[in-house]
Every structure is written in structure tokens, then in C-alpha cells.
């Protein structure tokens, strides 16, 4: 078990090595709509790469959602084989958002000797991701609401 210091820094030192292993411009939180944006996640048990849709006002949520929902069979087939939906995703802090994602288990942001295999799917499932938003961004950002 690390101390919280240790944690700290072993995370920090993992953050830093995947910037200096894949020194790029993701596309993160620059999707040009608001409370939708992509993430890394690592802990001690698995990676993930998240498209977190967070608006706070359900219909928004729901539509954009929907919207990459209507696509699903294009980014299984074309760039995310084993990319998981769900429209209705609790955080933590009891925060409901839709969330479409990628795991990658059995690796840990404590084991340095995991890295390797946590950055290349980072990069590999991040720019998959990324080349699917590209090509349907504008549909995706089209927000037509009826009031």
C-alpha cells in the first residue's frame, strides 16, 4: 500500500511519462460543446478512455447522447469495436451523465511496468475516438431543441 504522497507522486510521474511518450494535442474538453468532452482514466485496476455528456439540463444531455447513439453502428464498426454506451451513467458524487467508453483491465497506474500498455491504448483508443468525432462533429454539434 503507498502512502498518499507516494500515490501522488506516482500518479503525477505516470501523467508526465504519457505526455513524453505521445507529446500531442488531444482533443479533450475542445469539442466546441459545452460539458462534453473526452478523458483518460487510470487507477489501480484498469484504463478507460471516456466520452463523458454532462449538460447539466437533461434534454441537452439526452439529445447529444442520442445524437452519437444514432452513430453507433459506425464507431463499432469503423473505430470502436468494444466501445460500451450507456445513457444514464451515476459518478461518484451521485452526478447523472451519459457516458461512452473503453476499458482496458488489468493494468494499474501503480505499476510502472503497465505504463507502456496503458499509454499505447490511451493513444490508440483516444485517436479513434477523436477521428470518429472529427468526421461526425458537425452532426454531433448540431443541437436542435423544440420549445
Do not use: C
Not at 38 to 56: G, H, Q, S, T
Not at 67 to 80: N, P, Q, Y
Not at 115 to 144: C, G, P, Q, S, V
Amino acid at each position: 500500500m503507498y502512502s498518499k504522497e507516494d500515490a501522488k507522486r506516482i500518479k503525477k510521474e505516470f501523467w508526465i511519462q504519457f505526455a513524453e511518450t505521445y507529446p500531442r494535442k488531444w482533443l479533450l474538453h475542445n469539442t466546441k460543446i459545452k460539458d462534453v468532452s473526452f478523458k483518460f482514466y487510470a487507477d489501480n485496476k484498469k484504463a478507460e478512455v471516456l466520452l463523458d455528456i454532462e449538460p447539466r439540463d437533461e434534454e441537452k444531455r439526452t439529445i447529444y447522447y442520442e445524437k452519437i447513439e444514432s452513430l453507433k453502428g459506425i464507431l463499432l464498426e469503423d473505430h470502436l469495436a468494444d466501445a460500451i454506451f450507456e445513457r444514464e451513467y451515476y459518478l461518484e458524487n451521485g452526478k447523472l451523465i451519459s457516458r461512452i467508453w473503453v476499458s482496458l483491465e488489468g493494468v494499474s497506474i501503480n505499476n510502472p511496468k503497465t505504463w507502456d500498455t496503458i499509454f499505447d491504448f490511451f493513444n490508440e483508443k483516444m485517436t479513434a475516438f477523436e477521428i470518429f468525432f472529427y468526421e461526425y462533429e458537425d452532426y454531433i454539434r448540431d443541437l436542435e431543441i423544440n420549445t
